[in-house]
T-cell receptor, first 113, second 113 residues
Framework: NAGVTQTPKFQVLKTGQSMTLQCAQD?????MSWYRQDPGMGLRLIHY???????DQGEVPNGYNVSRSTTEDFPLRLLSAAPSQTSVYFC????????????FGPGTRLTVL | QQQVKQSPQSLIVQKGGISIINCAYE??????FPWYQQFPGKGPALLIA?????SEKKEGRFTISFNKSAKQFSLHIMDSQPGDSATYFC????????????FGSGTQLTVLP
């Protein structure tokens, strides 16, 4: 099993550009989530999904979109990148809910100029 | 609004010493308290977790102490080793409909050889 994979590992964007961060898991987990990690602020939940076709907002959803067309994939879209979105982004999956053990991907380091 | 407050932000301990990281929460609905460990360049990974029906849980050199009345819990690392140098996050979740993890701000632990 590859676990949770994320691409790309690094990305530099200019303000206003859009992009999609990819996340995939091969553990047949129902619950998937996106977090951003900023110094001194821990991990903050952006969006999450409890199954294919079902998504919901987390703590910091503004400027991000998600969709879940399959159990395996949960892409995160930045609509119009802003410098405030410079961060490290982690995708995670767990069996059923956020209370189950979450398995994190290796992260994507995004810089917005 | 941070529902889980973690301290200290950084901690330096000598090899063989005891590392103690503290967390406090506000939401009395929280009933699941995991700790995640993150090495540089990697995603967080579950280290140990506790539910409020017990006051202490031990796994090897790692112990969680839980004080329900004070709404506090802590991670103790006995006989700290240089390989324990990492960032540690406490987290909390409830069994309610959201069931999302709320993370603390993280503690960067350095164990000196």
């Amino acid at each position: 099993n590859a676990g949770v994979t994320q691409t790309p590992k690094f990305q530099v964007l200019k303000t206003g550009q859009s992009m999609t961060l990819q996340c995939a898991q091969d553990m047949n987990h129902e619950y998937m989530s996106w977090y951003r990690q900023d110094p001194g602020m821990g991990l903050r939940l952006i969006h999450y999904s409890v199954g294919a076709g079902i998504t919901d907002q987390g703590e910091v959803p503004n400027g991000y979109n998600v969709s879940r067309s399959t159990t395996e994939d949960f892409p995160l879209r930045l609509l119009s990148a802003a410098p405030s979105q410079t961060s490290v982004y982690f995708c995670a999956s767990s069996l059923m809910t956020g209370r189950d053990t979450q398995y994190f991907g290796p992260g994507t380091r995004l810089t917005v100029l | 609004q941070q529902q889980v407050k973690q301290s200290p932000q950084s901690l330096i301990v000598q090899k063989g010493g005891i590392s103690i990281i503290n967390c406090a929460y506000e939401n009395t609905a929280f009933d699941y308290f995991p700790w995640y460990q993150q090495f540089p360049g990697k995603g967080p990974a579950l280290l140990i977790a506790i539910r409020p029906d017990v006051s202490e849980k031990k796994e090897g050199r790692f112990t969680i102490s839980f004080n329900k009345s004070a709404k506090q819990f802590s991670l103790h690392i006995m006989d700290s080793q240089p390989g324990d140098s990492a960032t540690y996050f406490c987290a909390a979740a409830s069994s309610g409909s959201a069931r999302q993890l709320t993370f603390g701000s993280g503690t960067q632990l350095t164990v000196l050889p």
